[in-house]
């Protein structure tokens, strides 16, 4: 488990609801400690994942400070995953940035569409009508459905993207949210010296592979196709504006892959490439580039006189 909010709660780690009293939880902890540890034929990383949702729900004091949103001052032994957060700041929108260092030109709302569709689900989970005081408390993300914590999870995954292409200076420049007409929309398009990149931020909430040129993951919804989705999406960005992408990115939390980049398809023309958050400047910066250099300032002029924005 990490801090995103589309990880599996303690709870549903431990197979029970978050109304479960404390000796039913005690005894939903043993039967996965059980069928998870590696002495008796179970997996380790999952054996870990329970025991880090026991050291938060584990006694009342714990689970007090869990349902209510705030965090402890220590992290759990062992967890190089846990934080220290700021409430619900680490679910907020970000704030204006006020420092002066030259930044990448940006255009559109990164995450604004993936929050407005967190934000309706919540008031309908909620109760249609019901106020909701802060729809970014941590208590009440936490309690709700994992599917509407998994919206917001994007909203995150896509700021967090945004983020790191504006600190990669002026020479770069990036449209957040482009209308992909009936292929809904793509998340980033980054223009730079080593090439015009469509790009999507996901994160899934769990590990994810790569299997016969698809991401496969326990935590992915039925029937979605993730490589599929981007591939598309960019076609039609692409069919709009005519332009052509040099790649296809789908950015990650790094906790999701083993690798900093994954080729999805033929190495020499790849579908797309997986690619760790942390990562992503690398990418971007050429490493994984083709080789020829592209017109930036006839792209900027041609993207900006026919994106249209979601």
Known sequence: MTDSPADATPYEVLGVAATADDEELRRAYRRAARETHPDLGGDAVRFRRVQIAWERVGTPAARRAYDSGSRPTSAPSGSSAWRPGSGRDEYAPPTARRDSRPRARS???????????????????????DPIEDPYDPGLIRSAPRYIRRLLGEALAEEATA????????GVTVWHDLDAGAEGKLDHVVLMPSGLWALESIDWGGPVTIDHGEIVGET?????????????????????????????????????????????????????????????????????????????????????????FI
């Open 107 to 129: 255009h559109g709302h990164p995450g604004g569409r993936s929050r407005e569709v967190f934000l309706a689900a919540e008031r309908e989970w909620v109760g249609l009508g």
């Open 220 to 308: 992915l919804e039925p029937g979605e196709r993730p490589v599929k989705e981007l591939v598309r999406a960019a076609r039609a960005v692409q069919k709009q504006t005519r332009v052509r992408f040099t790649g296809r990115l789908l950015v990650v939390p790094d906790s999701a892959v083993d690798h900093d980049v994954q080729v999805v398809g033929p190495q020499r023309k790849p579908t797309a490439l997986v690619v760790r958050r942390s990562a992503l400047g690398q990418v971007l910066n050429g490493v994984w580039s083709p080789e020829g250099a592209v017109d930036v300032f006839e792209i900027r002029d041609r993207l900006q006189q026919t994106v249209r």
């Open 163 to 170: 983020s790191i292409v504006a600190d990669m200076g002026i």
